[in-house]
């Protein structure tokens, strides 16, 4: 089975805080995506990467930056933490973006980090 | 505008009883759709998906529909257990994209 583990469970920062974020995956997935979670707004993607030292901006990508030195970990570092930052953050990995309608653009999902900033 | 829509009303039903869940989608021509599950405090985990060609899927319990015509996809869970209380998410991928747009999710309770 596919693991994706985050480094914390929870956890709590105050604002101007640097923030980091860890990831790691055992599936040797090529692609790799943080995601933050919000109450009625469903997941929304924050950064994704589709290989080593490769990122790409998702749809709020403001305030936070990404690093991936290795194939199986990827890093959400959040610069200076605000209190909207206040949220659960997803890790997921899947096999690649390998053509319409494969089963491995199915994405595994990590436990998720609840973080709250202070 | 592009939007997926789940009914973010929590559905409640009686164990035994067929669930059926709902995602519309507007302006996007989905290459397939997923469904998803979610524990509180937990990551989604992967149930269904379904290719753009396919009316039906089934697995054990659970079959999911899709009608391009409609903008839709239904999620059914028959015989309905406690256990399969929970969130669930639908995600497309648009024909052509590399990203995958989740919905919001709905809650699903099932009374013993």
């Known amino acids: 089975d596919v693991k994706v583990t985050q480094s914390s469970r929870y956890l709590v920062k105050r604002t101007g805080e640097k923030v980091f974020l860890e990831c790691v995956q055992d599936?040797?997935?090529?692609?790799m995506f943080w995601y933050r979670q919000d109450p009625g707004l469903g997941l929304r993607l924050i950064y994704f990467?589709?290989?080593?030292?490769?990122?790409e901006k998702g749809d709020i990508p403001e305030g936070y930056s990404v690093s991936r030195e290795k194939k199986e970990r990827f890093s959400l570092i959040l610069e200076s933490a605000s209190t909207n930052q206040t949220s659960m953050y997803l890790c997921?990995?899947?096999?690649?973006?390998?053509?319409?309608?494969?089963?491995?653009?199915?994405?595994?999902f990590g436990p998720g980090t609840r973080l709250t900033v202070l | 505008s592009q939007k997926i829509e789940q009914n973010s009303e929590a559905l409640n039903i009686q164990e035994g009883k067929t669930a059926t869940l709902t995602c519309n989608y507007t302006?996007?021509?989905?290459?397939?759709l997923q469904w998803y599950r979610q524990d509180p405090g937990r990551g989604p985990v992967f149930l269904l998906l379904?290719?753009?060609?396919?009316k039906e899927k089934r697995k054990e319990r659970l079959k999911v529909t899709f009608d391009t015509t409609l903008k839709q996809s239904l999620f059914h869970i028959t015989a309905s257990q406690p256990a399969d209380s929970a969130t669930y998410l639908c995600?497309?991928?648009?024909?052509?994209?590399?990203?995958?747009?989740f919905g919001a999710g709905t809650r699903l309770f099932v009374k013993a």
């Open positions: 599936m040797d997935h090529e692609n």
């Open positions: 997921a990995s899947s096999l690649s973006f390998s053509g319409l309608g494969r089963q491995k653009d199915t994405q595994y």
């Open positions: 302006n996007y021509s989905p290459a397939y």
């Open positions: 995600a497309l991928r648009n024909t052509g994209g590399f990203k995958t747009i």
């Open positions: 990467s589709y290989d080593v030292k490769m990122k």
């Open positions: 379904i290719r753009e060609n396919e």
